[in-house]
Structures are given as structure tokens and as C-alpha cells.
């Protein structure tokens, strides 16, 4: 099994280039199924969701080329319509885009229901909703979504009874290619939905109001190939600039888009960070008090659920008390408890709240990342706290943080990734 282990207590300084959004190009990918034709992506993170995507796509008939590390050469033009297994599907949230990528390429799709982190009921309704405005059949039966339609799909007006990110998306994958117009009302305003739009539109499509919480789409017959770069990671920008804010230093955040982090810079500052926004890059320096501050977790363009454990790590050592309210996911804060194992003191109040009283220090122990942001909030922890910490089940960390050891390194973390084999690999010697 491998592990992290953090020497914590050194300030962070230097810079660090952030990849590509890996909310974004998880749609982007089956995305260019859509245009049975040749599609050039660039930006593309090295993370972990985006082997497997490419693994699913390659199964269904795609010609895919590493050009170079971040860019891929996708080909559709010889895909074949294929059923999406459970033992598939369940290894990333994102594989329910490939319903509405293939019910818009090839009228009907079989997709197991999805996997992904663990916080609460993560429910699918509004993407079947969705689907069947447009004029699909859907059935859910064993585990498995079935979406067909004779004919080809209808445009139509479909209002989002929540804001959700995937049940967007997963529609205008579906309506870029239907007769007609389709208005999605209610629509999740995220950088990576605006980031499909533009990608779509790229390919031939004809998408309006991405960005907007109304999203109108006229179908048009074909989509073409074309070449794209990924918007930078939001959230993994968050994350080191929440990491240099926590250890204390001075580091310069490069390839980011400073309009998709202001509800972040706005928190940092409120706790006593310094930031100062360039054209594409954010420069974050601490070296005084942190100060508490109080957060609650919107849809875009509030504070971002998905950047909710690295603040609550970070307020662990702000002065004063802060309150962190989680207002999308249901269960978020199952985390707290590694963070309390380092010294925090946090209550969880219901599932929603986070009462969270700051302490001088936190000390290393061994904690466990249970997804894939509190593994982020483990490190975030890790490097402030006095002595050694060893981070657990990193695997979530790795699918979606690139080169995650390499990167703090390289701005002075004592990091490592360490080797330790698990009880069934140790060979007992008699
Ligand atoms: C996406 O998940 C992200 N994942 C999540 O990021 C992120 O937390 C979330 O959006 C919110 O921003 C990917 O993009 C792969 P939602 P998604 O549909 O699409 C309810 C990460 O760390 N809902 O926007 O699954 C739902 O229960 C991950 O990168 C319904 O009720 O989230 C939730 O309360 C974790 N019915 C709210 O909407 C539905 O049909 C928002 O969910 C769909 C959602």
C-alpha cells in the first residue's frame, strides 16, 4: 500500500503550474464521441479519472494517442456502440456522462450507475428527468441505466430542481444533437459547464448562456472534430494556495484563471492571507496570524463545495472560532475525524455544520484520506502540523491531483511517497 508521509512545519515558497480542471475534461472526453471525428486535447491533467475515462473510451472504439504529456489525439470515427459495465463505471462519478454522450452519438446508451467519493446519496434524478424531456426512454433496472430513443432525440425545456453540475451537463451532452431547442433552466454555472459549452460549440455545436443558470441549445446535424485546451483546475489551484496559507510561505500559483477562484481569494483574505491576482497566476503569501472566518458552500460562483475540506483544515489553525455550513452534499464532514487524530478541534453539528475552534498547533499522526478533497485536507493538515504525518489510501488523492508529491516538493515540502506492503503482501517467514 502506499502512503504519504509529511515532515510537517517547513514554509512553502517558490511557484507551482496547475493542470488541467479535472471536472472539466471528465466531460470533455466522452464529449468528443459526439463528433465521430478526430478531436486534439491539450491541458489535459495526468491524473488518475482521466486513465480511466481514456480506458473507457478506448473500449468503445477510440484511437487515442498521447501527442505529449498533457495533450491527446482522440479519434471517434471508428467507435462502436457498447454496453458500460458496473466493474467499469464504478471506478469514476463522471462515467454517467458517457449516457448522454451516447444517447446524442448513437441514440441509445446502457451505463452502470456511477461510483465516485462517498458523501451521502448522490441521486441520478435530474439527468433521467433530462433525458426523457428530451424524448428518451430511460429505465433503471439492476444497477444499470438504459436510454434509447427511435428517431433521434426533441429539444425541450427542462427546469433543474436542484443545481446540479452532472445533470447539466449530462443534458446538453445529449440536446447538442437533438431537432430543436432545448432550455435548461436552472442550470449549475461552474467553470467546467462554460468549458463544455465553448468545447461543444468548438466541435460545431450551438450552445448559449453557458455560465448563465439559463443554457439554450439548437440541434444541429453533425459535430466536427477540432482542437481544445482545457481550462486550469480550479480547485487544485485552491488547494495550494489554501497549503501555502496553512504551512506559511510565499508561492506563486501559475496557469489559473483568477475569475474562477474569487470566491476563494476572498475567503483566504478574510483570514489574514495576502494575495495578490496577476492575468494567470495568483501570488499567496502568510506569514502573520490566521483569523477566523465563517464559509458556506454554494454552486458557482459561490464558495466551492470541493474546496470545503481544505478550508476547514486551514480555519484548524485560524484564531477564534469559524463555521464552515456544507449546503450541497448531504454528509461532507465525514473527514473531520482524521483532522481531529492531528489535534483539531471541530464538532460536526448534524451533517451540515462544522463548529471549528482553532488551536495553536496540530501534531502528525496517521490519518486516512476517505476521498479524494479531505485527502487533500489531510495534506493541507500535514504540512502544518509539528512532526511526521502518514496519509492513507492516497489513491483518491491521485485521481485528481497530478504529480501531487513532485508539486510541493518542488515549493519545499518534506514530502514522500512510501511503499508499505499490507498484511496479504508481507510474506511470512517461518
Ligand atoms: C460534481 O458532482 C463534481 N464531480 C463534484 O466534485 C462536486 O462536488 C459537485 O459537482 C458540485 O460542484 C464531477 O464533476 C465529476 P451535482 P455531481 O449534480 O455532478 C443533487 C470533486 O471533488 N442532485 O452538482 O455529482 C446532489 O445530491 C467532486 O471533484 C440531485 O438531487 O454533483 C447534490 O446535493 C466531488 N439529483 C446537488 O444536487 C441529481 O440528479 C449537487 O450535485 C443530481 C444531483
Known sequence: MDKLVIQGGNKLYGSVTIG?????VVALLPATLLSRDVVVLENVPAIRDVRIMLGIMGQLGAQIKMLDKTTYQIDTRHIGYQVVPNDVAKRLRASYYLIGAMLGTFGKAEVSLPGGCDFGVRPINLHLKGFKSLGADVDVANG???????????????YMDEVSVGAT????????????????ENAAREPHIVDLANFLNRMGANVRGAGTDVIKIKGVEELHGCQYSVIPDQIEAGTYMAAVAAAGGDVTIKNVTPKHLESIIAKLAECGVDIEEGDDEVRVRRFGELTHCNVKTMPHPGFPTDMQPQIVALLSLASGTSIVNESVWESRFRYVNQLTKLGANINVEGSKMAVI???????????????LRAGAAMIIAGLAAEGETEIEDIYHIERGYEDVVEKFRAIGADMQKRYYPDEDELELHA
Do not use: F, W
Not at 144 to 158: C, D, N, P, Q, R
Not at 357 to 371: I, M, S
Open 357 to 371: 475552534q482553532g488551536v495553536e498547533k496540530l501534531r502528525g499522526a496517521c490519518v486516512n484520506a476517505t476521498d
Open 169 to 184: 451537463i449530462n443534458v446538453m451532452l445529449a440536446a447538442v444533437k437533438a431537432h430543436g431547442l432545448t432550455i435548461i
Open 144 to 158: 444499470m441505466v438504459k436510454a434509447s430513443t427511435e428517431g433521434g432525440l426533441t429539444g425541450s425545456s427542462i
Open 20 to 24: 488541467g480542471a479535472k471536472n472539466a
